[in-house]
């Protein structure tokens, strides 16, 4: 059973607007949380983190919100650009077991920012 | 799942010093990756390997500071260069995997502590 789900497999969404990625996990033992973006053909870019100590953390047009009594996570893109446009990867790890530790990623959601 | 290690597990070196660190899989993998996971900080991503081509590097990095090799698909190295008290941290590398959910694995990590 995946361990971190991302139920949506696309968004659309216009200029300016603000975009909500969404992502629930199953584990509790995940104490770090992270949000990647992927073009085609490239690797994963690192975009936002949360400690599971935390509910919220923001950065520039991007925030990331953690409720963990629901087990869910959310990323808001505030205004989308058209060049948000892309895969967007949920990722928990349990850090503090460290060796061998597995980034468990969900399966992505496209989203399409339209100009 | 891919079996990380790294080496040395931990280090203190001099300021204006670099550092090798190694990491082998026991496995052939296309996607392989270097974090810093600096006190208090996020986990950050420095680089993608990339095999027979030079590294990917994340915003705030430079090959300069942080050259990279990957001579092939199961070993990668990352040096630190001119090292300052600003650079210790753990080092982690990590590998993609490539089942059903992406998984990322992680491995012991390296822990650097420049005087």
């Known amino acids: 059973d995946q361990q971190v789900k991302q139920n949506s497999p696309s968004l659309s969404v216009q200029e300016g607007r603000i975009s909500i990625l969404n992502c629930d996990y199953t584990?509790?033992?995940?104490?770090?949380f992270l949000w990647y973006k992927k073009y085609p053909a490239e690797g994963p870019t690192f975009l936002i983190s949360i400690s599971s100590i935390k509910d919220k953390n923001e950065d520039g047009r991007f925030t990331v919100f953690l409720n963990k009594s629901a087990k869910h996570l959310s990323l808001h893109i505030v205004p989308s650009q058209p060049g948000d446009s892309a895969v967007y990867f949920c990722a928990a790890i349990c850090l503090h077991n460290q060796a061998g530790t597995a980034l468990i990623f969900g399966k992505g959601t496209t989203l399409s920012v339209s100009s | 799942s891919a079996v990380i290690s790294q080496k040395p597990s931990r280090d203190i070196c001099q300021r204006g010093t670099s550092l090798t660190i190694q990491c082998q899989v026991d496995s052939q993998v296309t996607m392989m990756f270097w974090y810093r996971q600096q006190p208090g900080q996020s986990l950050t991503l420095i680089a993608t390997?990339?095999?027979?081509?030079?590294?990917?590097?994340e915003s705030g990095f430079v090959i300069d500071k942080f050259p990279i090799s990957r001579p092939n698909l199961t070993f990668s190295t990352l040096t630190v260069s001119n090292m300052s008290p600003e650079d210790s941290s753990i080092y982690l590398c990590?590998?993609?995997?490539?089942?059903?959910?992406?998984?990322?694995?992680f491995g012991p990590g390296t822990r650097l502590t420049v005087l």
């Open positions: 990590s590998v993609e995997d490539t089942g059903p959910y992406n998984e990322q694995f």
């Open positions: 390997a990339n095999q027979g081509s030079e590294a990917t590097y």
């Open positions: 584990n509790s033992m995940f104490d770090y």
